[in-house]
C-alpha cells in the first residue's frame, strides 16, 4: 500500500491562510455586491421618482388637454426639448406619457424621448404624439387600471432592450387617470454600473488582504516555520544518535518556540546522560540474566519441573514451580540398588541464585551418601555436619528422605524440620513423625530413622510449605485441613501419584485465585505398587543364532511392527555384546509386557560388566567403530535399562515402550 505524503507545517499554515483569505474574500464581496447593487437600484428609483415627479408639475402646468399633434401646436417640441433635457440629466433611458383605453386597453402615446441623442432618434417616428400600441398590457398597468395609485416598478424586455421601468398614473384631482408617466432604465448599464462601483470598492480591500498575508507569511516562517524545522532536524539527528548531545540550535529565546528550543536542549542533555547510565544498567541486566538463565537451565536438569516414574513395585509423581527464575526448593528420586528407590523433598530457607546454589550442594550430598547405602538418618546428619562446617551464608534446608523396599512396601524415612507428609490410605491423614531440626543450624542434629509398611496401592505425599502456606485474596493461609479435605471430599480416590499432585496443584491455584505465588511449589507423590512375579527364564546357547529365540517373543508380545523392530535391534546389540565379550558359558532370556512397557531381561554368568554406567566419548570418525556405538544406541531406543550383579551373575534388563 502507497503510503500517503504528509504536508508539512508550512504547507497546512499556507492552505489554512489561503482558505481564510479566500473564504473571507468570498463572504466580502458578495456582501459589497449586494450593497452596492442595493444601493444602485435605491438610487435609479430616487432619480426616476424625482424624473417623474417634474414630469407631473410640467403637466399640471401644461395641461394634458393642451398637448396636440405637433403640426398643429409648434410649441409641442419645445415641452419635448424640454423632457429631452429632464431625462437625459436623470440619466434615465426614456421618459414617455401616454394614455390607456380602459376598454380596449389601447396606449396613445403624447410624449416619448431617449436619454441620449441615438435613442431619442429611435423613439421620435415610433413614439411620436399620437402613436398608438396594442401590445398586452404589463403587470404594473394593470395594477393601475384596477385602482392602485402607488409607484409600480418591474422589468421588461422589448425592441429596446432590458428594461427596469417604473409607471405612474397622472391624475385629477378627483382621482381620476389623465394619463400614464413611466421611466425605463437600461438594466445593462445599471449592472455595469454595479460592477464598475463594485471592483472599485473591492480591489483595494483584496490588494491589502494579500499584502498582509504575504507579510505575516514571511513573519510566520521566520519566527515559526524556520526555528521549528531546526528543532526538527535537531531531533532526528539526536533519534539516530542519543548519545551525543545535538549542537546549540541558536533560537532567540521570549517566545513559546524559545522557551521548546531551550527545554529540548536541556532535555537531550538528560537524555544523553540517562541513556548512557541506561546501557550500562542494561549490560549489567543483560549479563545477569544470562547468568539467571544459565542457573534456570542448570536448576531445571537439577529438578524437572514435572517427572513421572513407573518401576518395579512403584509409582512416583512430582511437580516443581519455583516463584522465581531460580528457587530453593528440590526433589529427587533414583534407585539405590535393585529394591531400594529413594525419595528426597527439601526446602532452602534462601531465595534466587544462593538459594540456588545451596540446593544443589544440599541435594548432591543426600544422593551420593543415599547411593552409597546409608540411611535417611545417617545421611541427613552426615549433611548436617557437612554444611554447618562450610555455611558462610548461614542458610538453612529443611528436607524428607524416604527409601522404599520395593519387594516388601517397607519405607525407612527421616525428618530435617520439613513438613509433615499425607499418606494416602483408605482414610488419606497427615503424618506427625518427629520433626526434627533443620540442616545446616546446629551441628548435633541427632536425626533418626523411622519405618512404616505400605500395602499396594498406600502412598506417601511429600510437599513444601508453598502448599500450606499458599494465601488467597483475602490473606488465609491453606493450611493442613484443606489438605487432608482434598482427599477426603475428593469424588474419585487419588489412585496414581500423577493424580495426586495434580488435586493438590488444581486445589492450591483455585484458593490463590489472581494472587501471585509468594513461595516457591514442590509436591511429590511416592505410590507401592505389587512387585511384578520373578521372570519366566529361558535359557539361550552363548551363539548369535539364540537372537531368533528373542525376536520370536518379542512379535509375540509386540507384532511385527516399526517399533518392535527397534527393540529388536536393540535386543541384538545386548545378545551380540553378552556373547561376544562377557565369555558367558550359559545365558538366559526373558520377555514379558508390565505396565504399557516391554521388559527385556538378560542373565549371564560372564565376567561383571554394568552397561548404564559406561559413559562412550566423543570420537573422531575414523574412531568410532572402537566400541561404544552399541550402547548409545541401546540407550536411544529405550526407556530405560537396568544392571545388577548377583550370585555371580549380570542381570541386565531393558524397558521399552509399546508405543514409539
Known amino acids: 500500500m502507497k503510503r500517503k505524503k504528509r504536508k508539512s507545517i508550512r504547507q497546512w499554515i499556507t492552505l489554512c491562510f489561503t482558505l481564510t483569505f479566500f473564504f473571507s474574500l468570498l463572504a466580502m464581496s458578495a456582501m459589497n455586491y449586494r450593497?452596492?447593487?442595493?444601493?444602485?437600484v435605491k438610487q435609479s428609483?430616487?432619480?426616476?421618482?424625482?424624473?417623474?415627479?417634474?414630469?407631473?408639475?410640467?403637466?399640471?402646468?401644461?395641461?394634458?388637454?393642451?398637448?396636440?399633434?405637433?403640426?398643429?401646436?409648434?410649441?409641442?417640441?419645445?415641452?419635448r426639448d424640454m423632457l429631452y433635457a429632464l431625462c437625459k440629466n436623470f440619466s434615465m433611458d426614456y421618459l414617455y406619457v401616454y394614455t390607456i383605453?380602459?376598454?380596449?386597453?389601447?396606449?396613445?402615446?403624447?410624449?416619448?424621448?431617449?436619454?441620449?441623442?441615438?435613442?431619442?432618434?429611435?423613439?421620435?417616428?415610433?413614439?411620436?404624439?399620437?402613436?398608438?400600441?396594442?401590445?398586452?398590457?404589463?403587470?404594473?398597468?394593470?395594477?393601475?387600471?384596477?385602482?392602485?395609485?402607488?409607484?409600480?416598478?418591474?422589468?421588461?424586455?422589448?425592441?429596446?432592450?432590458?428594461?427596469?421601468?417604473?409607471?405612474?398614473?397622472?391624475?385629477?384631482?378627483?382621482?381620476?387617470?389623465?394619463?400614464?408617466?413611466?421611466?425605463?432604465?437600461?438594466i445593462r448599464v445599471t449592472r455595469e454600473k454595479i460592477l464598475r462601483e463594485f471592483y472599485l470598492d473591492i480591489v483595494p480591500v483584496i490588494v491589502s488582504l494579500l499584502v498582509g498575508l504575504f507579510i505575516l507569511m514571511m513573519l510566520v516562517r521566520h519566527r515559526i516555520i524556520s526555528p521549528v524545522r531546526a528543532l526538527s532536524d535537531s531531533m532526528k539527528r539526536f533519534a539516530q544518535n542519543s548519545r551525543q548531545k545535538p549542537e546549540p540550535l541558536h533560537i532567540r529565546p521570549g517566545d513559546e518556540i524559545g522557551e521548546i528550543a531551550a527545554s529540548f536542549e536541556k532535555m537531550t542533555e538528560d537524555i544523553s546522560t540517562y541513556i548512557n547510565n541506561i546501557e550500562a544498567l542494561t549490560r549489567e541486566r543483560v549479563e545477569t540474566n544470562v547468568q539467571l538463565d544459565i542457573a534456570r537451565r542448570i536448576q531445571d536438569g537439577l529438578v524437572p519441573q514435572k517427572q513421572d516414574l513407573r518401576g518395579r513395585g512403584?509409582?512416583?509423581?512430582?511437580?516443581?514451580?519455583?516463584?522465581?527464575?531460580?528457587?530453593?526448593?528440590?526433589?529427587?528420586?533414583?534407585?539405590?540398588?535393585?529394591?531400594?528407590?529413594?525419595?528426597?523433598?527439601?526446602?532452602?530457607?534462601?531465595?534466587?541464585?544462593?538459594?540456588?546454589?545451596?540446593?544443589?550442594?544440599?541435594?548432591?550430598?543426600?544422593?551420593e551418601k543415599m547411593i552409597s547405602g546409608l540411611s535417611p538418618a545417617e545421611t541427613l546428619n552426615q549433611t548436617n555436619r557437612e554444611l554447618c562446617a562450610q555455611n558462610p551464608e548461614n542458610l538453612f534446608v529443611t528436607v524428607f528422605a524416604g527409601v522404599l523396599n520395593t519387594d516388601t512396601g517397607e519405607l525407612r524415612f527421616a525428618n530435617a524440620g520439613h513438613t509433615y507428609p499425607l499418606l494416602l490410605k483408605d482414610s488419606p491423614s497427615l503424618f506427625r513423625p518427629d520433626a526434627g531440626v533443620a540442616l545446616g543450624l546446629f551441628e548435633d542434629a541427632d536425626i533418626r530413622d523411622g519405618t512404616m509398611t505400605l500395602r499396594p496401592g498406600e502412598g506417601i505425599v511429600l510437599y513444601t510449605d508453598g502448599v500450606t502456606e499458599a494465601v488467597s485474596p483475602d490473606r488465609e493461609f491453606f493450611g493442613e485441613e484443606r489438605l487432608t479435605d482434598i482427599f477426603r471430599q475428593a469424588r474419585e480416590p487419588a489412585d496414581t501419584p500423577e493424580k495426586a499432585v495434580r488435586m493438590i496443584d488444581d486445589a492450591v491455584a483455585r484458593f490463590c485465585g489472581e494472587n501471585d505465588a509468594s513461595d516457591d511449589l514442590t509436591v511429590l507423590a511416592l505410590m507401592y505398587t505389587e512387585p511384578p512375579e520373578a521372570p519366566d527364564w529361558q535359557p539361550l546357547l552363548p551363539a548369535l543364532s539364540s537372537f531368533e529365540t528373542v525376536k520370536q517373543a518379542v512379535i509375540g508380545i509386540m507384532g511385527d511392527t516399526p517399533r518392535a523392530r527397534q527393540c529388536l535391534l536393540a535386543c541384538d546389540e545386548a545378545l551380540t555384546n553378552i556373547v561376544r565379550?562377557?565369555?558367558?558359558?550359559?545365558?538366559?532370556f526373558a520377555c514379558a509386557e508390565e505396565d504399557g512397557c516391554l521388559r527385556v531381561s538378560f542373565r549371564d554368568n560372564g565376567i561383571p560388566f554394568d552397561p548404564t554406567a559406561y559413559r562412550p566419548e566423543e570420537k573422531e570418525l575414523d574412531l568410532l567403530d572402537s566400541g561404544g556405538m552399541g550402547l548409545n544406541m541401546i540407550r536411544q531406543i529405550a526407556s530405560s535399562m537396568h544392571y545388577e550383579r548377583r550370585n555371580q551373575e549380570n542381570i541386565f534388563t531393558l524397558v521399552f515402550s509399546l508405543e514409539g
Open 35 to 40: 450593497e452596492t447593487s442595493s444601493n444602485n
Open 45 to 79: 428609483t430616487e432619480w426616476a421618482e424625482s424624473c417623474m415627479d417634474i414630469t407631473w408639475y410640467l403637466l399640471d402646468q401644461w395641461g394634458v388637454d393642451t398637448v396636440y399633434d405637433p403640426e398643429i401646436d409648434p410649441s409641442y417640441w419645445i415641452r
Open 101 to 186: 383605453d380602459p376598454e380596449t386597453h389601447v396606449r396613445t402615446y403624447l410624449f416619448c424621448v431617449g436619454g441620449t441623442v441615438e435613442k431619442d432618434n429611435d423613439v421620435v417616428d415610433t413614439r411620436c404624439y399620437g402613436a398608438v400600441s396594442d401590445d398586452p398590457l404589463d403587470e404594473q398597468e394593470l395594477a393601475v387600471l384596477e385602482g392602485s395609485r402607488e409607484l409600480q416598478q418591474g422589468a421588461l424586455s422589448n425592441q429596446y432592450g432590458d428594461e427596469m421601468t417604473w409607471l405612474i398614473p397622472y391624475v385629477d384631482n378627483q382621482g381620476n387617470i389623465l394619463a400614464m408617466i413611466g421611466v425605463d432604465d437600461n
Open 314 to 367: 512403584f509409582l512416583l509423581s512430582a511437580m516443581n514451580r519455583q516463584a522465581r527464575d531460580v528457587g530453593g526448593d528440590f526433589y529427587d528420586c533414583f534407585p539405590a540398588d535393585r529394591n531400594r528407590f529413594c525419595a528426597v523433598i527439601g526446602d532452602v530457607s534462601g531465595k534466587g541464585i544462593s538459594g540456588a546454589m545451596f540446593m544443589a550442594v544440599v541435594r548432591t550430598m543426600i544422593r
Open 581 to 588: 565379550y562377557s565369555g558367558a558359558a550359559s545365558i538366559f
